[in-house]
């Protein structure tokens, strides 16, 4: 992995990350092969994944 860091993103903070609705975050991101934490019951994203996932989606 290249950038990024291990920090924990919520939905909505990816979802403003890639400009789309947190709902289509909640509803794609295992499609997508973004790779989720689960805090508790609370879903979250580390930054590193999301940047990982940009690159291999758009290099």
């Given at each position: ?28 991101y ?10 508790g ?19």
């Amino acid at each position: 992995m290249r950038g990024g860091s291990y920090v924990l993103l919520t939905p909505a903070e990816v979802a403003d990350w890639l400009k789309v609705s947190e709902g289509t975050v909640k509803n794609k991101y295992r499609t997508w092969g973004l790779r989720s934490q689960k805090v508790g019951r609370l879903l979250r994203f580390r930054e590193r994944d999301v940047v990982d996932y940009l690159d291999r989606k758009y290099g």
